[in-house]
Every structure is written in structure tokens, then in C-alpha cells.
């Protein structure tokens, strides 16, 4: 059963231009959360989706950020105009169910973005 | 979501067992107690979790005191690719909640040969 897939591992991008940040949730997940890990810094909560809907993007930057799960295929998060202070990990992790909280959420390695 | 508070460093000998403390003194009723590591450059990997009854598994033992306020995560027999940094973490329980995780800083764990 493969884990969470993220790609790209690494991704290179100029000011001003888009990232686009794929995850790929373990099998029969059906529950998305993204993280962002600055430089030496701590792990912090962006967002939380379901299939189709945000949940929680309590942890969102309100402009340039945005993310989704659609249907069919990955989640995508994707920052707009990117600006040097973007240049973090972007992590994903999937659970199965969260209401019993008995579920743990399981990351992928994920995609380390560097703005130039 | 409960607060937690970890030491910020902790060493161990190798083949020696290692002890993680955690304290989460406002935890309520329906709050797990998950432990994660972060592997310099990795991502996130689950360890345990568990409510109130100790727990066990193949990577290491959750032990919860009976009042809930803190827990011990052991690592039996330490490596040297333990080293990591270790997140206790409070997690809700139950309908309406989105189950995310809060870290703190964590207990960067330092395996000496």
C-alpha cells in the first residue's frame, strides 16, 4: 500500500510565478490536510479538505493561496505570484476518518519550494 | 486543543532505551495523546497514539499516567537513526472536528554512539 505521494520533491520557481504542489492521499484516504514548514521552524496547519469541500483553512494565507480536492485526482495547493518568503516544505498528510480522532494522519516527504 | 510541553533536548547512548517525556496537564476526555518524529528533512512519521490504557507497538510504548496530565513515549532499544525530533501532540475527539494536528517545537532526540 503506497504512503502519501508528493511531487514534485522540489520545485524551483521565479517571483512572481505559480506553484502548483501536488499530494496524492494513501488509498481509501479520503481526507487531505497541508502543512508548511518554514526554515528552522515548526510544523504549521494550512489547510483541511474532503473530497470537493475545504474544511478548515483556518491556517491559510488570505491572499495568493489556495487549495482543493477534487473528485477524481490529487489535492493541489497552489500559491500565486510567489514571493521569496513562500520558499518553505509543503507537507500533505491523509487520514481516513476524523471524527473518532482515532485515525492518525500519515505525511508525505514533501515538496520543498524555493522562490529566486 | 490541549497544550503540550516537551522538554527541547534530550540525549541518549545507543542500545539504551529512551524515555520521552510530555506533559498535557489540561488534556479532557475525548483528547488523544498521538506522538510523531520528523527525521531532519523528512516528513512527519506517526509513532502511537492512545487515550487512556497504555499502548505498544513495533517502534515504541505509550505510557499514560492514570490522571491523563502526562505520558512517556520509549524508544527500548535506542539507534543511532532515532535521531529525530519527537512531537507530543493532544488531539480531539468526535463529531464536528476536524481532527488536524497542532505541533509544538518538540524534544529533538540525539542518538549517541
Known amino acids: 500500500n503506497a504512503g502519501v505521494m508528493q511531487n514534485p520533491r522540489h520545485l524551483v520557481r521565479r517571483r512572481g510565478q505559480e506553484a502548483r504542489l501536488r499530494c496524492s492521499p494513501m488509498k481509501g484516504h479520503s481526507h487531505v490536510y497541508w502543512y508548511r514548514q518554514l526554515p528552522e521552524e515548526g510544523l504549521k496547519f494550512m489547510v483541511y479538505l474532503q473530497k470537493e469541500n475545504i474544511i478548515d483553512e483556518s491556517g491559510m494565507p488570505k491572499e495568493r493561496f489556495s487549495a482543493e480536492f477534487p473528485k477524481e485526482g490529487p489535492s493541489i495547493l497552489r500559491i500565486q505570484q510567489v514571493v521569496r518568503g513562500d520558499s518553505a516544505a509543503y507537507f500533505c498528510a491523509s487520514s481516513l476518518r476524523t471524527g473518532t480522532s482515532n485515525s492518525p494522519l500519515h505525511f508525505g516527504n514533501g515538496t520543498r519550494l524555493t522562490v529566486t | 486543543d490541549a497544550k503540550t510541553t516537551q522538554p527541547p533536548s534530550m540525549d541518549c547512548a545507543e542500545g539504551r532505551a529512551a524515555n520521552l517525556p510530555c506533559n498535557h496537564s489540561t488534556i479532557s476526555g475525548n483528547e488523544y495523546v498521538y506522538w510523531y518524529r520528523q527525521i531532519h528533512s523528512q516528513g512527519p512519521q506517526y509513532i502511537i497514539h492512545?487515550?487512556?490504557n497504555n499502548e505498544t507497538n513495533e517502534m515504541a510504548s505509550l505510557i499514560i499516567t492514570e490522571d491523563r496530565k502526562s505520558s512517556t513515549l520509549i524508544l527500548p532499544h535506542a539507534t543511532l537513526r532515532d535521531t529525530a525530533v519527537y512531537y507530543c501532540i493532544v488531539r480531539r475527539s468526535g463529531s464536528g472536528n476536524t481532527g488536524k494536528l497542532i505541533f509544538g517545537q518538540g524534544t529533538t532526540l540525539q542518538v549517541k554512539p
Open positions: 492512545g487515550l487512556k
